[in-house]
């Protein structure tokens, strides 16, 4: 059974084979789990004291329950962080804003961090019913930020696919053969096209022509959201135009069916 990559609060299927035979065994070798860093990173597994040659699992219910310590505290803290910010905007939200303050959506706003950004296109596509747009010039898939991105890009789009709506993604000639990236159309069920170009502009996400996504940085922490219906309209007929020079990857990796 072959380690894959996760997050620290993830257990994957080698870890959890590994640490169901340590607590049978009451041990195993260090050697055994050089190849599940998941094991000791969640604190599963712990030298032995006798031998250090030799791991011993920690006792589930007692790993349970300090990780659920550490939930309930972080809970507690967004709880006083809410209620410092309640005490803080109350008086102000008294005050009678002066004609042309912005009181709804703003239609351009900067995201800062990857959490964040990640968290807003997560939002929209939630909402999404129609279509993605989306233009990936130079992805570096075989990153760990890649493949933890091109992970959790799965699940949404898989979610947006299962609800009826299509994607479509623009590539540069370059990824046509990555590995990971034919994977994806693979993997996805609907209505999915990728095409690819020589040269593309910047990344850009568009999703149900209401909301996009553009770089407003050079290392990828920061994002402006757009939803200027003129810029919408500007970015979609951009793509478009894109789309129609763009060649079709290979027929296997292009409207896979339901």
Known sequence: MTHLEHGIDEL???GAALYERALRAGHIRTVDAADTPCLTDLGLLHPSV???GRLEPVAPAALLNDLLRGSRTRIAE???REERLTKLFEPLMQVEPRHGTHTDTPTLRILSGTERINGAIGDAMAQAADEMLCIQPNVHYNTDRGRVAQAVAMDRDQALLDRGGR?????QHTQRHVPLVL????ELRGETEARTLDELPDRLI?????????PAGDDGRLALEVRHPALLRFFVTAFDRLWRLATPMYPEAVQRPT
Not at 167 to 171: A, C, K, V
Not at 206 to 214: G, K, Q, S, Y
Request: charge should be negative; glycine fraction near 0%; charged fraction near 40%.
């Open 12 to 14: 994957c299927d080698a």
């Open 50 to 52: 006798d031998d250090l």
């Open 78 to 80: 967004e709880r006083r």
């Open 167 to 171: 994607i479509r993604t623009l590539y």
């Open 183 to 186: 994977a994806r159309y693979d």
């Open 206 to 214: 568009v999703v149900d022509r209401t909301v996009a996504f553009i």
